[in-house]
Nanobody, 126 residues
Framework: QLVESAGGLVQPGGSLRLSCTDSGFTLDNYPIGWFRQAPGNDREPVSCISSYAGSTYYAESVKGRFTISRDRANNTVYMQMNRLKPEDTDVYYC?????????????????????WGQGTQVTVAS
């Protein structure tokens, strides 16, 4: 089961690191995505990383501010969020794409992911 770390309240311009872990899957073997969703809105892709960290993807709205990475020793995927903006306020979800997968590719659509975390609230406000 995927578990995200707690989000929180951050001031604009601040930073926060989210983590995603799993007790069953070896995360390095699978593409992992981060998505976010506000009430009444569709879930949108934020970032993803292919299996074995072959490639990454970032939405234009977060490019240059967010960084996704893997910590193989701790079976964790991180998303470092810097220079946060109020519009980054959302519930953030990590997701795992189960097999079959394509090496070097991480899907940008939520429908491709079969395993989801419970979500964690990130609020950016002064």
């Amino acid at each position: 089961q995927l578990v995200e770390s707690a989000g929180g309240l951050v001031q604009p311009g601040g930073s926060l690191r989210l983590s995603c872990t799993d007790s069953g899957f070896t995360l390095d073997n699978y593409p992992i995505g981060w998505f976010r969703q506000a009430p009444g809105n569709d879930r949108e892709p934020v970032s993803c990383i292919s299996s074995y960290a072959g490639s990454t993807y970032y939405a234009e709205s977060v490019k240059g501010r967010f960084t996704i990475s893997r910590d193989r020793a701790n079976n964790t995927v991180y998303m470092q969020m810097n220079r946060l903006k109020p519009e980054d306020t959302d519930v953030y979800y990590c997701a795992l794409q189960g097999p079959p997968i394509r090496l070097g590719v991480c899907p940008k659509t939520g429908a491709a992911y079969g395993n989801w975390g419970q979500g964690t609230q990130v609020t950016v406000a002064s």
